[in-house]
């Protein structure tokens, strides 16, 4: 059946009616209009399904599934452990994309994933059908990886890698560091969320320190052997909190580390220390609704290049930190961009809209100190194989302060502008 | 800040006209054309200027803060200004121009700005050229500006595809705000599309110097170009 714009609308206006009336019945059968689900809301799926609705004017019926009311981004949620940032600064409520794209939004868990019958199952007990379903779950963590934490011991040793009251956990912990202290920070192995990230929360931990606790030290137990932006932050912490920050790798133990809770301990290649606070930045692996979709290679969902489809269901896009998709790193910049190439795939598969080749790039700000911002940035385009890195730019150490503080600048509006992109 | 009448104005402009041009302190207006180099990507100014990204600046001198008639894209901080008002003066283009986003925190001139005060008094006085006052209006005054790349007609005269344009765009709003909020990043949406054509050649021939946009535009082809012009023209 094919149907204009104005059927379009006169059946969307059905359909509203029908929800108001029973809100629990999300649709009877695959017939209609065709039906994409998309799970979690964040920087990924909250844009994928505002692009979706937005561009199909109605023609596309789009149910937006996110546990949370309020969502806070991590990105910039180190912003608030320095200080730069209120908490309410992070937080998005998804009450545009309801009401100004007509967009679903369903505050619920995805439990499951039926490809043969195509429906996702919710945690509150409902089902929905989908022609095509986005998957965009963010991370979640490798179990054991980090031995002595699991979630339970998230109190205790935050990880603070999901925003919200993690963070307010974290920064609250810091605040209460005594005097001269030790916060130490076990950094997770590749691939994980926010490559830049840990070294900017250290840089903003610092930050904060300087102020409050000046004698307080940072320890940073790291597998890796170098990391996002390295020379930056090191420079960086050599010349704005000299003697405050040393970093052991896996030279030193840095890959051989457990931590006990109770006592506040780590314990790096056998020597064990007391710590203050203890942020265990675990390993990572695809929020836990792909595994439950069976769509996972290793702890990551491959996707074609192309169109971010899972390389397992022709059905399923996977957005995002989840995806094994090439070189682009696990950002929310990234998660943006290819929620973009996604979406116009899923309006060309149910629409007759047309398909343009893809394109996606990134960009990392990271803020070192005040008016210090430098940025790490790649654009890249999809090949058979994977995402490939064509041109890719990094600020330079030694950088002039106007030059960083215009960086810093930056940051600042791309978070205005990429906050009205996701959430409308 | 100060707000100077009319009166003002006729003083200062017998101060900076009288003294020899160049002398410390006061303005060249020759060195002054060199200097609107960092200007003239988004500025006119002379016998056929008219408005770019930003307004053309003849008459400049005595105009009402953000007052030029047909010129859309005035902050509403510097309308404000205009109206509470501010008419520009050689103090008040100086205060401006050293530091524009001091002066009027939301201007949407997206200039650091200049510290060198001889520069200002030069490029000051290089406008003043080009504004009525008694007797010192050029008849014939340079204004054709070289653009910042040289670019074949057959570019600049493009036809944009709005629709494919909408669909690129979706790149450059990820930091580029639709509803024209310019913090920390500049607002793109209607500019008059050759100057935006101009832009992004500047940037994909790395004649500008930022790495995101010589990134983005890079991989942009003419035809790309010229499509995101025309769609971002269209956009109030």
């Keep these: 059946m094919k149907l204009n714009r104005r059927h379009f609308m006169a059946a969307s206006a059905g359909v509203a009616a029908t929800t108001l009336a029973a809100p629990h019945v999300y649709a009877a059968s695959h017939g209609g209009k065709p039906k994409v689900v998309v799970i979690g809301g964040g920087a990924g799926g909250a844009t994928a399904a505002r692009y979706i609705a937005k561009d199909a004017d109605g023609a596309i019926d789009v149910t937006l599934v996110e546990p949370t009311r309020t969502y806070y981004t991590c990105f910039f949620s180190n912003l608030y452990i320095g ?124 930050h904060l320190l300087r102020d409050i606790n000046p004698t307080a030290k940072i320890l940073i137990i790291d597998p890796k052997e170098k990391f996002s932006k390295q020379g930056l932050f090191e420079e960086g912490w050599n010349n704005n909190y000299p003697g405050m920050v040393e970093r052991i790798g896996p030279d030193f133990g840095g890959n051989n580390v457990s931590v006990n809770a109770d006592e506040m301990t780590v314990d790096i290649d056998g020597s064990v220390e007391k710590v203050d606070v203890c942020n265990v930045i675990p390993a990572m692996k695809a929020g836990i609704i792909c595994e439950a979709a069976g769509i996972n290679d290793g702890n990551w969902a491959p996707v074609s290049p192309h169109t971010m489809q899972s390389r397992a269901d022709e059905n399923i896009y996977v957005l995002g930190d989840a995806s094994a ?100 | 800040m100060t707000r100077p009448g009319p009166v003002v104005f006729a003083a200062f402009y017998l101060a900076l006209v009288a003294p020899a041009a160049g002398q410390s302190g006061f303005g060249d207006a020759e060195a002054g054309a060199k200097v609107f180099r960092k200007c003239f990507s988004c500025h006119m100014v002379g016998p056929d200027a008219f408005n770019r990204v930003g307004p053309h600046l003849n008459g400049i001198f005595g105009r009402r803060a953000g007052s030029l008639e047909g010129f859309k894209r005035y902050s509403d901080g510097l309308k404000r200004m205009g109206a509470d008002g ?151």
């Design chain 1, 83 to 206: 200080g730069f940032r209120t908490i309410e600064s992070l937080a998005h409520s998804y009450g545009t994309l309801a009401s100004e794209y007509g967009i679903n939004v369903i505050h619920d868990y995805a439990v499951g994933v039926d490809r043969d019958a195509k429906t996702v199952t919710l945690a509150g007990g409902d089902t929905l059908p989908y022609d095509r379903l986005i998957l965009s779950p963010g991370i979640d963590f490798v179990d054991g990886s980090v031995p002595g934490w699991d979630v339970t011991k998230q109190n205790a040793m935050p990880h603070a890698y999901k925003a919200g009251s993690q963070t307010e956990l974290l920064k609250a912990q810091i605040e209460a560091m005594p005097e001269g202290g030790l916060f130490a920070m076990v950094a997770p192995p590749n691939p994980y969320r926010c490559p830049p990230g840990p070294y900017e929360r250290v840089s903003m931990v610092a």
């Design chain 1, 325 to 424: 998709q090439g070189d682009m790193p696990k950002s929310g910049f990234s998660a943006n961009s290819q929620a973009k190439v996604a979406a116009m795939s899923v309006r060309a598969a149910l629409t007759d809209s047309k398909m343009f080749p893809a394109k996606y790039s990134n960009t990392c700000w990271s803020l070192i100190d005040t008016d210090n911002g430098v940025k790490v940035g790649a654009s890249y385009e999809a090949t058979d194989e994977k995402i490939a890195s064509v041109e890719s730019f990094i600020s330079q150490p030694g950088e002039d302060a106007a030059l960083r503080k215009q960086t810093y600048e930056e940051s600042i509006g791309w978070y205005e502008g990429i906050s009205a992109d996701i959430f409308g």
């Design chain 2, 86 to 236: 501010l008419f520009w003066d050689f103090d008040a283009l100086g205060a401006y121009i050293e530091n524009p986003k001091a002066f009027a925190s939301d201007t949407r001139m997206n200039f650091d700005g200049l510290d060198d005060p001889q520069e200002r008094a030069d490029v000051l006085a290089y406008l003043r050229q080009f504004s009525a006052s008694p007797a010192n209006i050029p008849e014939a005054a340079p204004t054709a500006m070289p653009r910042e790349v040289e670019l074949s007609e057959d570019i600049l005269a493009l036809q944009g595809d709005k629709d494919y344009g909408e669909y690129l765009s979706s790149e450059c709003t990820t930091c580029h705000q639709l509803d024209g909020d310019d913090q920390g990043i500049p607002a793109i949406i209607g500019w008059p599309s050759e100057d935006f054509v101009v832009a992004m050649h500047a940037y994909k021939e790395k004649v500008r110097p930022h790495p995101v946009m010589q990134m983005m535009a890079g991989r942009l082809s003419n035809e790309e170009i010229a499509a995101l012009a025309a769609y971002f023209e269209g956009l109030e």
